[in-house]
Each structure stands twice: as structure tokens, then as C-alpha cells.
């Protein structure tokens, strides 16, 4: 029950986080152009690498060696203690060479960056990693959606230009730090502060640290793609890839919550031996993620076009060219997440991330410097899907004698097949309705979603895929 509520907290933050970015990102289209939001993209994704050195890898490190000690208050209190006192010295070296970026190195991006400065600061008081630990996912989604809507709300009230940009930088930022804050008041009488030694925080950071290596691989072929295509194709081109990317990273939203949620449970069965619990959530996982990644990447292949320009205006229409190849990479990127996050990280597995994530953005870094300066954009779309097919090709390598991946992959095609048939069906009723308007493309998705839903429903009664007793609370199983 309480993992049931966890995702239901996290995924309607998700709902959330992907429905804002409807109100706010066609205004910035607008009034900023391809420029101003490259430009934009190019600062706010080298801060969120500096952020992501600062917390060092804590979101699977610090989540899982919480989960396994949650029961026991004095190991509880000395892991937070030592993990956190680590943190804060890392993210204080962090943030020495943040400024000394900003003042040496920075160059259009420069008064943008420096009003991201306080997402560097965050880190010293970033404690998600423990909250989830914790089970306690409730003030995250909470302190995320405030954030969200105060950031929202100055785009409106202070955004006329490219150059109010750092306007919107400092509220984001500035919104942050308040929530992380917040959140440290979520932890009061579950966690008590204790002194501990140098010797004591420091033995979590050779473990950290090599977790974090995936973290950091990851950034590279999700993060630097941006900084790659507004460095060598320029900021237009990183423009369209970031509205295109922008639409795609929300959904992929709805994984991360779900993964989230299941690795702090996955790792507490794992100690209490209940082994065969995780592998039987799994088998449901791969169901109801493969489920909503096809009906994403389907849905997206039969609206883009008609999205885009109504969305992002028709100066951003190419980007519907980028979004849907770009797509298919939420497949892989679900497979891989229920494999890492519900089985690879609770079993400490790490050096089974680091080799997958590393081999991808080694591919994701040559397709990348081969394509972009020929393809521009594109060719960051090819570098990102070689990059994720790559990551669940190295683990089923060191798992395929361990998991049941024949199963998992008769799974996704099942529903690929069901997106398939959705797609083709809302393509011909497209032909019905050439105008383009919300009222068309509301009732193609409409349509579409209907149609994959009654299709999913008939393969799992037919299959017998018991994922609608496994959600819904116990009183209501039997009826």
C-alpha cells in the first residue's frame, strides 16, 4: 500500500511536471526564439552538471543505504550523519569551482549561468536522497511542484525577451534552494543529527564515487548533448533539439517516479530475503512500464506533426523531425530502468551500471562528434538512441543466465505491437480532419488513447497479467 501511494504521489507530480511546460515553454518559444532558448539549454545544462558533481551520485548511493538501515535507529542517525557531513564537503568544493567557472569560462551564457548560481548552493542542503530512503516521497513531490509553479509563474511576470532569460534563471534556482530547505523540515523526528568523524563520513565516499561514475555517463549523453549541438551546430539548432528533448525528458518522467519508488522497496526485501517478491514485482514492473513507454513513443510518432507547430509555434516546427525518432529511446530507457533500479542497484550490483552506462555515452560521445557537425541536431538524436539501446544490451549481457529475459522481451512486444496498430489507426483517422487545430488533436489522442486502452485491457485478461489487482488497495481485489 504504502509503494502504491509513493507512485501515486510521484506519478501526479509527473502529470504535473509534463502539463506545466504546456503553458510555459510556448511562451518562451515565442518571445525568445531558437536562440534565446538555446542559449538558455546550453547555461542551465552545464549548472545542472556542476549539481549533479555537488550531490555525488546520492540519488541511488544515499537511497539505498538508507532503505537498508531504516529500521534501526542508530544505524539510521550515524549513516545520515556521516553521508551528509560528505555531502556537504563535496558540494562546497563543488561550488568553489562553479564560481570560478562563471568568472573565467562562461562566455554569451555567462549572466545566466551566474543566476543559476544558487542550484550549485542546493546542494549542501539537498536531502531527497534520505527522504527516499525513507519511503517518504510526499514532501518531494510536494516541495517539486511549489518550485515548479513559483518558476512558472515568473516566466509570465518577468519574461518580455532573450534578455530576461537570468530573470527566470535566479527565480528557478532561487525556488530550489528554498525547496531543498523545506524539505529539511520533512526529516525532523525521523532523523537526529550526530557527530561523526572525518574517518566516518569519508569510508561512504569510495562507494559513492563509483556510483557516481554512472551518473555523471549518463549526464554525458543526456546532458552534454545539448552543450555538444549548441557548441559545434550552434544555438538554433540547440534550440529545436531542446524543445523536441524537453517534451521527451517529461514523459520519461513517469519512469524515473516509478523506478524511484521500487528501488528503496526492491532493496528492503532484498534484506529481509524475500528475493522472489522482487522478481515477481519485476515481471508486473516490466508490464505496466513497457505499457505506458509504447503508448508514449506510438502516441508521439502519429501526433508530432501536429503538435509541434500548435505547441512551440511554426518556427519550432522542425523540432517534430527530432522528437520522433527520439521517441523510441523512452523503450529502452523503461527496460533499463526496471532491470537497474528493482534488481542491478538493490543487489549492489554497481559495476554492472558503471559498464552500461559508461559503454553509452562512449557510443552516445563518437556517434555524437561524427553526425552533429554534418547532421546538426539529428545527429544528437542518432548519438541518444545508440546510447540507450547500448545500456540494455551490457546488462542483459551480465544477467541474461540470472533474469528471465525472454519473457521481459516478449512483453515489449506485445505492447509494441498494440502501439502499432493504435498508431495506424489514428493515422487514417487523421485523414479525416486536415485541419490543425486543439480540437483535431485533442480528439486524435482521444482516440488513440481509447483504442490502446481497450487493447491492453483484452491482452491482459486474455494473458492473465495481473496488473489491475496488483494496484488496486486489497479491499477492492475481490469484487
Known amino acids: 500500500m504504502n509503494a502504491r501511494k509513493n507512485t501515486l504521489y510521484n506519478v501526479a507530480y509527473r502529470v504535473f511536471s509534463i502539463f506545466l511546460p504546456l503553458v510555459t515553454a510556448p511562451y518562451i518559444a515565442r518571445t525568445c526564439g531558437q536562440t534565446g532558448v538555446g542559449t538558455y539549454a546550453h547555461a542551465w545544462n552545464i549548472s545542472y552538471i556542476f549539481v549533479l558533481i555537488g550531490t555525488l551520485g546520492l540519488e541511488n548511493y544515499g537511497v539505498r543505504a538508507i532503505s537498508r538501515v531504516r529500521d534501526n535507529p542508530r544505524e539510521l542517525n550515524h549513516t545520515f550523519s556521516a553521508i551528509w557531513r560528505m555531502q556537504r564537503i563535496v558540494a562546497f568544493a563543488t561550488l568553489i569551482v562553479w564560481f570560478g567557472y562563471v568568472a573565467f569560462v562562461a562566455g554569451e551564457e555567462k549572466t545566466i549561468a551566474l543566476s543559476l548560481s544558487m542550484m550549485s548552493i542546493s546542494c549542501l542542503v539537498n536531502l531527497d536522497w534520505c527522504l527516499m530512503g525513507l519511503d517518504q516521497f ?53 532523523v537526529h543529527l550526530e557527530r561523526v568523524t572525518l574517518k566516518d563520513a569519508f569510508q561512504h565516499f569510495p562507494p559513492c ?97 501536429r503538435f509541434t507547430p500548435l505547441f512551440y509555434g511554426n518556427d519550432f516546427l522542425p523540432s517534430a523531425d527530432l522528437m520522433i525518432p527520439l521517441s523510441f529511446s523512452l523503450l529502452m530507457i523503461g527496460f533499463a530502468n526496471v532491470i537497474r533500479m528493482q534488481w542491478i542497484l538493490p543487489h549492489a550490483n554497481d559495476r554492472i551500471v558503471i559498464r552500461s552506462v559508461l559503454s553509452g555515452a562512449c557510443v552516445n560521445l563518437i556517434v555524437n562528434f561524427a553526425l552533429i557537425p554534418s547532421l546538426g541536431a539529428m545527429g544528437a538524436v542518432i548519438g541518444t538512441l545508440f546510447a540507450e539501446l547500448t545500456v540494455p544490451l551490457v546488462q542483459y549481457l551480465h ?81
Not at 534556482?173 to 529539511?184: D, I, K, Q, V
Open 399 to 479: 544477467l541474461k543466465k540470472t533474469l528471465p529475459y525472454s519473457r521481459y522481451l516478449k512483453t515489449l512486444l506485445v505492447y509494441c505491437l498494440i502501439g502499432f496498430i493504435m498508431y495506424l489507426a489514428v493515422h487514417f483517422l487523421a485523414l479525416l480532419f486536415p485541419a490543425n487545430t486543439w480540437g483535431t488533436l485533442f480528439v486524435l489522442v482521444l482516440a488513440g488513447g481509447v483504442i490502446y486502452g481497450i487493447l491492453c485491457l483484452t491482452y491482459w485478461h486474455v494473458g492473465h497479467v495481473q496488473i489491475l489487482a496488483r494496484l488496486l488497495p486489497e479491499k477492492f481485489r475481490k469484487h
Open 138 to 190: 510526499r514532501p518531494i513531490a510536494v516541495r517539486n511542484t511549489c518550485v515548479k509553479l513559483l518558476a512558472a509563474a515568473c516566466v509570465f511576470l518577468f519574461i518580455h525577451g532573450p534578455e530576461d532569460l537570468w530573470v527566470y534563471g535566479f527565480a528557478w534556482s532561487l525556488a530550489t534552494l528554498l525547496g531543498c530547505l523545506s524539505c529539511m523540515f520533512s526529516l525532523r523526528g525521523r
Open 209 to 305: 564515487a563509483y556510483l557516481f561514475v554512472s551518473v555523471i555517463a549518463v549526464s554525458v549523453y543526456r546532458t552534454m548533448d545539448k552543450v555538444m549541438v549548441g557548441s559545434i551546430a550552434g544555438m538554433a539548432q540547440n534550440g529545436l533539439y531542446e524543445n523536441a528533448e524537453k517534451i521527451i525528458y517529461c514523459l520519461s518522467g513517469f519512469i524515473s517516479a516509478f523506478g524511484n519508488v521500487m528501488m528503496p522497496r526492491a532493496s528492503h526485501l532484498l534484506s529481509t530475503g524475500k528475493e522472489d517478491e522482487i522478481l515477481r514485482t519485476m515481471e508486473l514492473s516490466m508490464h505496466l512500464v513497457m505499457c505506458m513507454v509504447c503508448a508514449m513513443a506510438f502516441g508521439i510518432l502519429a501526433v508530432a506533426d
